[in-house]
């Protein structure tokens, strides 16, 4: 605000100055650089007026003193120096003999300038002197002697009230550049103000409004000049973007959570009822024998056991979405590890008719850091999703742990049940998604079995993806760093032995 007017000034001076001293040069015949600095603080402007015409009479009237009566010389003499603001005055003894001011019958004048001069010798000089009063002007003077005898002085007058267009014009044109400067940047400051300042206020009141409103689906444009108030726009609609966001995560979250509870109350409803029918044959009496008793006894036993497979996973769920879920990691051989792990599964599965083929390549040393509750309940969900979609006489389950690239085990879990669509691939492990709703919905489950084994996974730095085909099977793949000197655990050497085979 204040630097930008002052330098538009000094330039627009700069620019004015330039033009005044080209007019000097061209109309007052000032030829050398730095002459119109010193003219314009001196006298010495007002005295190169009349130069020219002083030296010019000066010597024409040493020779030719008749010349001084000649009245159509003097008109062209003083005819010139009217061009340079200067007249002509011709005394010749106490009488004026030729006048040229600007109304010739103003001897008055004359007389006036005359008499203010004193008849000393430091006037027949070529620099001349000013004289103040009612008239102000600089005059030479050029003495000479007439062709009978009389005293003659000839008078060169350049006044100084009116002269210089040029400084006037400088002086109005600064001044009318004073004011456009003004009107400008005042005109600047107000489009500023209201560009930088009101209308990115208006926005952020608008959005405000919207925001306490509950309406999230808009954006806060910033302004235009990286300032504090454009800073201030992006920070309201990084908030405004955080707020959508997070209302679309609660409404998602909201819907994932009537989702699970539907799911739980279908999938409990099931083994509630078979409980309360089988508890109710006992009550009547229909299980009349031992053996009823004891059959419907492992069914209510079976129901219970489901109803708290069901329960844990809903709470395994809930620590899972919250991040509550506590690990408790620790250093596992990867050989003894998944040979527990394969006795287990294949006793399950034989539970189930189905046959299960177990491969470890791993040596002895390999080892993992990891939860072994929670990696067993990643792999024990794969194998019981695997179980419950199922759909051929001759069930089939194939676990295989090798190494692969670098660090890294790998787990195979592999079927040959109903398989899963090339579409649907990339969202199984989405919490609540089924390939088939009402088959979902006969299977039971809650829907968020694979979802729990991609969370555990991911939490022990792994990754776990499947591949499969409809009708042919599916093939789940889990990758889990092994325990190294570069990841900074414990140091162990990888040995190179032969897997060891399970039995079908």
Known sequence: MIIVPIVLMVCVFMVALSYVEAGFRSTYGIEYEGDLDFSLSSMRLLSRFSEEAYDSLKANVSAY?????????????????KNNYSYLIVKKDDEIAYYGG?????????????????DSDELNSQSGIFVGGGVQALIKLIKFNYRDGSDGI???????????????????????????????????????????????????????????????????EGSVMQDEVGMLCNDFE???????????????KDKEHREIIRNISHDLKTPI?????????????VADTPEKRERYLRIIYNKANEMDSLIEELTLYSQLDTNELPYSFTEIPVRGYFDDCAQ????????????????NFCGLSDSISADPEKLKRAVDNIFSNSIKYMDKEQGHMRLTIKNVVNDYIQIEIED??????????????????????????????????????????????????????LGQG????????????????VTLENESEEGTNGGE
Request: aromatic share 8%; hydrophobic share 40%.
């Open 65 to 81: 003193p008749e010349s001084m009566e000649d009245f159509s010389y003097l008109e062209t003499v003083n005819a010139s120096l």
């Open 102 to 118: 600007e109304e010739s019958s103003d001897v008055e004048k004359a007389y006036k300038l005359i008499d203010e001069i004193s």
């Open 154 to 220: 000839i008078f060169i007058v350049t006044e100084s009230q009116g002269i210089v267009p040029e400084i006037r014009n400088f002086i109005v044109v600064m001044l009318i550049a004073i004011v456009l400067i003004l009107v400008f940047t005042a005109a600047t400051m107000t489009l500023w103000t209201y560009t930088g300042l009101v209308t990115p206020i208006k926005r952020l009141q608008n959005a405000a409004k919207n925001i306490k409103e509950g309406k999230l689906n808009f954006t806060v």
């Open 238 to 252: 990084q908030m405004r973007a955080r707020l959508e966001e997070n209302a679309k995560d609660k409404v998602h």
């Open 273 to 285: 009822t078979s409980v309360k029918g089988y508890v109710e044959g006992i009550l009547d009496g």
């Open 344 to 359: 287990e599964i294949a006793l399950d599965l034989r539970e189930n008719g189905m046959s299960f083929r177990y491969e």
């Open 416 to 469: 040959n049940g109903v398989g899963i669509a090339k579409e649907d691939i990339p969202y199984i492990f989405d919490r609540f998604y089924r390939t088939d709703e009402s088959r979902g919905t006969q299977k039971g489950g809650s829907g968020i079995g694979l979802s729990i084994v991609k969370k555990i996974i991911e939490d022990h730095g792994g990754r776990v993806w499947a591949t499969s085909e």
């Open 474 to 489: 599916t093939c789940m793949f889990i990758m889990l760093p092994k325990i190294t000197e570069e990841n900074g655990q």
